[in-house]
């Protein structure tokens, strides 16, 4: 006769990478927040759930079971960051890792049409929230001298032209925070790492061209990039938010013990450079082209 073993039965008999751990991850109502926070329960950490919106929040907890509570926070308030760590503190006892994944969609506007308040928002969540959260959390980790930080950036902070400007210069500046705070609390046994993601399935490719919450969680990403994704991104299948939440569950855990201030890359080659086949049917029509003006 088979046996259905459920998801607690499989947490309470296996050790996963993160047994024991607590962690915290900002903007997992939805998208790549939610497959980590799924990714680190199912390795045995205790999370706390962020974001604005409750209902979509509440849900995610409620489906990850006992291990998993949801706050709901705007991230652009200090107090409410500031009340998301201690939270966390006062429910689970600790907090050992700290996920600032949080985040908005650029304005898709020229460097000189940008607006300046667009702007300090994109800043806002990107920087200066994900600042305010390692120093609530490093208040906790570092007389214990251990935890680990992961900032959500993006190939945008690596290459422009990608997304919006605001977008694109405030993930620049999320890699460098990282590296900042890395030299500074590696030296205290805090690690602090970036992922960065190419293009990913989620709802953040609707909200950029307005559509709003759940709505747009729902639409699907990988018909429309699969239209020209093969153009810059040599192995050109859309990331799924389970590949960032495995490298998220390794960045956390023992194995990457060593791995501090470093930005590890999830993007198909994208910024390795271009697919090689684009490459070569530039060269084979510049050939034509040469040869019809008898060069
Ligand atoms: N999808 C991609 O292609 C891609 C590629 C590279 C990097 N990224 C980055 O990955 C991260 C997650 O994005 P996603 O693709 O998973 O999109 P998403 O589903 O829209 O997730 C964004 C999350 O950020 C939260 N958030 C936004 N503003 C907030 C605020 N002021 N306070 C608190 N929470 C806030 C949202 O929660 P509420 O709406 O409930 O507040 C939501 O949970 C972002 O940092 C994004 O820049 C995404």
Same mark, same amino acid.
């Given at each position: 006769?088979?046996c259905?073993?459920?998801?607690?039965?499989?947490?309470?008999? @296996?050790r996963?990478?993160?047994?024991?751990? =607590? *962690?915290? #991850?900002? !903007?997992?109502?939805? &998208?790549?927040?939610?497959?980590?926070?799924?990714g680190?329960?199912?390795e045995?950490?205790?999370?706390?759930?962020?974001?604005?919106?409750?209902?979509e929040?509440?849900?995610v907890?409620?489906?990850?079971?006992?291990?998993a509570?949801?706050?709901a926070?705007?991230?652009?308030?200090?107090?409410?960051?500031?009340?998301?760590?201690?939270?966390?503190v006062e429910?689970?006892?600790?907090?050992?890792?700290?996920?600032?994944?949080?985040?908005t969609?650029g304005?898709?506007?020229?460097?000189?049409?940008?607006?300046?308040?667009?702007?300090?928002?994109?800043?806002?969540?990107?920087?200066?929230?994900?600042?305010?959260?390692?120093?609530?959390?490093?208040?906790?980790?570092?007389? @214990?001298?251990?935890?680990?930080i992961?900032? =959500? *950036?993006s #190939?945008? !902070?690596?290459?422009a &032209?990608?997304?919006?400007?605001?977008?694109s210069?405030?993930?620049?500046a999320?890699?460098?925070?990282?590296?900042c705070?890395?030299?500074?609390?590696?030296?205290?046994?805090?690690?602090?790492?970036?992922?960065s993601?190419?293009?990913?399935?989620?709802?953040?490719?609707?909200?950029?061209?307005?559509a709003?919450?759940?709505?747009?969680?729902?639409?699907?990403?990988?018909?429309?990039?699969?239209?020209?994704?093969?153009?810059?991104?040599?192995?050109?299948?859309?990331?799924?938010?389970?590949d960032?939440?495995?490298?998220?569950?390794?960045?956390?855990?023992a194995?990457?013990?060593?791995?501090?201030?470093?930005?590890?890359?999830?993007?198909g080659?994208?910024?390795?450079? @271009?697919?090689?086949s684009?490459?070569?049917?530039?060269?084979?029509?510049?050939?034509?082209?040469?040869?019809?003006t008898?060069?």
């Amino acid at each position: 006769m088979g046996c259905r073993v459920g998801f607690r039965e499989r947490q309470q008999t @296996r050790r996963g990478a993160l047994d024991g751990r =607590v *962690a915290l #991850v900002t !903007g997992s109502t939805s &998208g790549i927040g939610a497959a980590i926070a799924e990714g680190f329960v199912r390795e045995g950490a205790r999370v706390v759930v962020t974001g604005r919106r409750v209902a979509e929040g509440e849900a995610v907890a409620r489906r990850l079971g006992p291990d998993a509570r949801f706050v709901a926070a705007d991230l652009l308030d200090d107090v409410a960051s500031r009340d998301v760590v201690a939270r966390t503190v006062e429910w689970f006892g600790r907090i050992d890792i700290l996920v600032n994944n949080a985040g908005t969609p650029g304005q898709a506007v020229s460097v000189t049409d940008l607006d300046l308040a667009d702007f300090d928002r994109a800043l806002a969540v990107h920087v200066r929230a994900p600042l305010a959260l390692i120093q609530h959390a490093a208040r906790h980790m570092l007389p @214990r001298r251990s935890g680990s930080i992961i900032n =959500v *950036a993006s #190939v945008s !902070g690596l290459r422009a &032209g990608f997304s919006g400007p605001d977008y694109s210069i405030a993930k620049a500046a999320m890699v460098h925070l990282t590296r900042c705070a890395a030299v500074d609390l590696g030296q205290s046994g805090i690690r602090v790492n970036t992922i960065s993601p190419g293009p990913v399935a989620t709802g953040i490719h609707a909200k950029a061209v307005g559509a709003a919450g759940a709505a747009a969680d729902e639409v699907p990403d990988e018909p429309l990039f699969a239209q020209f994704l093969p153009q810059f991104q040599p192995d050109p299948h859309i990331g799924r938010p389970a590949d960032v939440a495995a490298t998220a569950v390794f960045l956390a855990s023992a194995g990457a013990r060593l791995i501090n201030g470093e930005n590890v890359v999830v993007d198909g080659a994208l910024t390795a450079g @271009r697919p090689w086949s684009v490459a070569e049917a530039e060269r084979t029509a510049m050939e034509q082209a040469v040869q019809a003006t008898g060069g």
